[in-house]
Nanobody, 125 residues
Framework: QVQVVESGGGLVQTGDSLRLSCAVS????????IGWFRQAPGKEREFVGV???????????FVADSVKGRFNISRNNAKSTVVLYMNSLKPEDTAVYYC???????????????WGQGTQVTVSS
């Protein structure tokens, strides 16, 4: 059974950085698409970024326009983890951040089968 676990959230101040980690077990991690999403109170779950396998050996990633230039993604297949680096954090980045895994490339959260429990990120002004 595939398990997804996020870690690394917390309370920070505007301009600070955080590193969120997503660990996936129970499946062939190297083929998985790993998506990052966030959900603020009263809002829909929002796409943040994605890492996926493109071709036989290459991997690609990108982040949403709303976080481009501040957030980036790093994947480590040997450790079955994907890290979301968040820099220059703003109060509007406050949300529960989720990691999700699936075997096909998606950016729509409704398409993902495996989800973590979420980790809270709070950015104070």
């Amino acid at each position: 059974q595939v398990q997804v676990v996020e870690s690394g959230g917390g309370l920070v101040q505007t301009g600070d950085s955080l590193r969120l980690s997503c660990a996936v077990s129970g499946g062939a991690f190297d083929i998985y698409t790993i998506g990052w999403f966030r959900q603020a109170p009263g809002k829909e779950r929002e796409f943040v970024g994605v890492s996926w396998k493109r071709g036989n050996t290459a991997y690609a990633d990108f982040v949403a326009d709303s976080v481009k230039g501040r957030f980036n993604i790093s994947r480590n297949n040997a450790k079955s983890t994907v890290v979301l680096y968040m820099n220059s954090l703003k109060p509007e980045d406050t949300a529960v951040y989720y990691c999700a895994a699936d075997s096909i490339y998606y950016t729509d959260p409704r398409e993902y089968h495996y989800w973590g429990q979420g980790t809270q990120v709070t950015v104070s002004s």
